[in-house]
């Protein structure tokens, strides 16, 4: 009886402060790795008819930290929920979690890069196919799965359709006939190690958003030896070059904050790309600068250990 009393305390103390949370939230494990069980949060809403778009989301932590559940991600799956999807957010390896950068090389640091990159986007993958198989039961329409990410997240959906787009081996994991309907990356990146930035076929439309002076994910181009990292501002250059759909938000002397930013600031932007760019398939190229007045300039110019340090001097 108390507890039920405190439940509708509570209740009631929420509706009154304007918050009312619209989902559903069940967690499911999807993949066993490393002696690591994986998990997913699926979030939805029962009052859904029909067939739901999902959006997968992957959190950031350069690879080293970060988890699905933070507690400043829920209000941007509430928003989308409210507003008509299933979200999915996901567990993956950090490949970088408890590394001594200190006695690293750059080629060590670089191998053990490649690896981590790739076991995300394989877990990534994973889940993927998880929630294809749970499709049916779950009510999502498997044509309609867009994948979006924060900072490592971002690098992960990326490069996840960068994979698939180019037949590499990640993208064995998938369906033959699987393509993700969209990506939303914030301050991502993708990596290549042949030095160029190309994609085999037309990728699924991708909404990005970076800030130029990004210390922790290169906004241009990071190339070293063989290798690129290649950020928002050279892979919209890369798709409107080749007329491929995207939206790019671009900020000046921000810096790493615009890997969280737009979940607060820009979820109607995102709602909108998805009902143009993917829903309506309308075929745009939008790049939108946005410059605060009187914000000063700060350094662009990194190296790589500079990124390095960026991510893991805390």
Not at 49 to 74: H, M, Q, S
Not at 126 to 144: G, P, V
Not at 276 to 297: C, V
């Amino acid at each position: 009886m108390k507890k039920l009393f405190l439940f509708t305390l509570l209740s009631i103390l929420l509706v009154q402060s304007g918050y009312s949370q619209s989902f559903i939230k069940e967690t499911y494990p999807f993949a066993q790795k490393d002696g690591q069980t994986l998990y997913m949060d699926r979030y939805y809403s029962r009052q859904m008819e029909g067939k739901t778009p999902c959006i997968l989301f992957v959190f950031g932590g350069a690879f080293a930290r970060g988890a699905r559940d933070v507690e400043k991600y829920i209000p941007y799956f509430d928003y989308f929920v409210e507003n008509g999807f299933s979200v999915v957010s996901i567990d993956y390896r950090l490949g970088l979690k408890d590394v001594d950068f200190q006695n690293m090389n750059e080629e060590q640091f670089i191998a053990r890069f490649v690896k981590t990159i790739d076991m995300a986007v394989e877990d990534l993958f994973d889940a993927t196919n998880y929630i294809l198989q749970n499709a049916d039961n779950w009510d999502i329409d498997k044509n309609m799965i867009i994948i979006n990410g924060s900072s490592a997240g971002a690098v992960t959906v990326l490069q996840g359709e960068y994979a698939v787009r180019n037949s590499t081996w990640s993208s064995s994991k998938l369906p033959s006939d699987f393509n993700y309907a969209g990506v939303i990356a914030f301050a991502g990146a993708i990596f290549t190690m042949d030095g160029k930035l190309n994609w085999q076929i037309q990728p699924s439309p991708i909404m990005m958003f970076h800030g130029d002076a990004d210390v922790q994910v290169p906004y241009g181009s990071l190339e070293f030896a063989n290798f690129g990292f290649y950020g928002a501002e050279t892979i919209s250059e890369n798709l409107k070059i080749n007329n491929y759909p995207y939206w790019f938000y671009s900020f000046k002397n921000y810096g790493h904050q615009i890997a969280s930013d737009p979940m607060q600031n820009n979820k109607e932007d995102v709602l909108s790309f998805i009902n143009q760019f993917i829903k309506n398939k309308d075929q745009y190229i939008i790049r939108t600068d946005l410059e605060q007045i009187g914000k000063p300039s700060v350094n662009k110019n990194f190296d790589l250990f500079d990124y390095v340090r960026g991510n893991f001097d805390r």
